[in-house]
């Protein structure tokens, strides 16, 4: 995470100077900072490289590209008019079955029984990988636990500050690629991702896109 390595030494938020931590109250000399709000990030890059460093995911990661369906029935998410219209868009990414397609799945749930604590919110970002076959796609293995927000209410709005750096890793992988080895191949090679939808519910997708749905 080298854009955030000096983020701990702060006192306010670099987004919108607000204060890091609780005040003190009064001259407390034993006070020990308290967050007013955390964010736990795993980054999502050495978990991408390290599907092509097994040769249980590397043999598979190349499925969407080699099971490609013409006779209009829906399979896979390859299959689909938005992954074709993708390709058309996008040709040089296309070209690289070993580039990565993701999606980003959230919400939010109660960790807690309301009747024995206070209100709680925690939520969660989940990436999951579309290279793979679809009895593989939406098991535990591959789906990546990347951002979790606790706190007492939900992020609302401001969810955009806390997806920041998994939306920096994202851009990385979008724009330059890194290096990543194959060891089905024994070569090193540029990996690219790129984020192909969102699936979430209405109240997260009117959070994470800014829409917002009217009664009639």
Not at 55 to 78: A, F, T
């Amino acid at each position: 995470m080298l854009y955030y390595k000096n983020d701990s030494e702060l006192t306010e938020c670099k987004f919108c100077g607000l204060p890091r931590y609780i005040p003190a109250k009064g001259q407390n000399k034993r006070y020990k900072k308290v967050l007013v709000k955390r964010m736990l990030y795993l980054p999502i890059i050495p978990r991408l490289q390290r599907l092509y460093a097994s040769m249980d995911s590397v043999r598979q990661m190349k499925w969407h590209h080699e099971n490609k369906r013409d006779d209009g029935l829906l399979q896979h998410s390859s299959d689909g008019k938005a992954w074709k219209h993708f390709d058309n868009v996008y040709p040089d990414f296309a070209a690289d079955p070993q580039h990565i397609r993701v999606g980003l799945c959230s919400d939010g749930f109660t960790p807690y029984v309301q009747a024995l604590a206070s209100p709680y919110s925690c939520w969660s970002v989940f990436l999951t990988r579309y290279n793979l076959p679809p009895e593989m796609c939406m098991t535990k293995p591959y789906m990546f636990l990347t951002c979790l927000i606790p706190g007492s209410t939900n992020p609302t709005k401001k969810i955009d500050v806390y997806l920041q750096p998994l939306i920096d890793d994202l851009q990385l992988l979008w724009n330059e690629g890194v290096f990543t080895y194959d060891i089905s191949t024994k070569e090193n090679f540029v990996m690219r991702a790129c984020l192909m939808w969102t699936i979430n519910d209405f109240p997260a997708y009117g959070m994470l896109s800014g829409w917002k749905l009217r009664a009639n």
